[in-house]
């Protein structure tokens, strides 16, 4: 089992930045891509970012303004958050996949083993 944990939510204004961290533990060697997805109230679950040893993909609503970056030596990833909007405000969840090694990271939300309980990115006018 893998286990992942977010961190780093917040309230901030328009315009600011905010990095959120994910720690995985536990059979961390299965990982083979990890990403980002968020949630707004009365929304569906979103892509956010993925990566998976290749380059990074990223949804359109934040390509430009947002990086993922992960540490293999200590199983995080982190989501850069740059020139936030209020649009941007949601839960934002990790989640990792076993044994991917395609080096174009999956976006369906049904591709990932393991996801974090979340945390919250609020972004005021």
């Known amino acids: 089992q893998v286990q992942v944990v977010e961190s780093g939510g917040g309230l901030v204004q328009a315009g600011d930045s905010l990095t959120l961290s994910c720690a995985a533990s536990g059979r961390t060697f299965r990982i083979g891509a990890m990403g980002w997805f968020r949630q707004a109230p009365g929304k569906e679950r979103e892509f956010v970012a993925a990566t998976s040893g290749g380059s990074p993909d990223y949804s359109d609503s934040v390509k430009g303004r947002f990086t993922i970056s992960r540490d293999n030596a200590n199983n995080a990833v982190y989501l850069q958050m740059n020139s936030l909007k209020p649009e941007d405000t949601a839960v934002y969840y990790c989640?990792?996949?076993?044994?991917?090694?395609?080096?174009?990271?999956?976006?369906?939300?049904?591709?990932?083993?393991?996801w974090g309980q979340g945390t919250q990115v609020t972004v005021s006018s």
């Open positions: 989640a990792a996949k076993n044994y991917y090694r395609n080096s174009y990271p999956p976006r369906a939300i049904l591709e990932y083993d393991y």
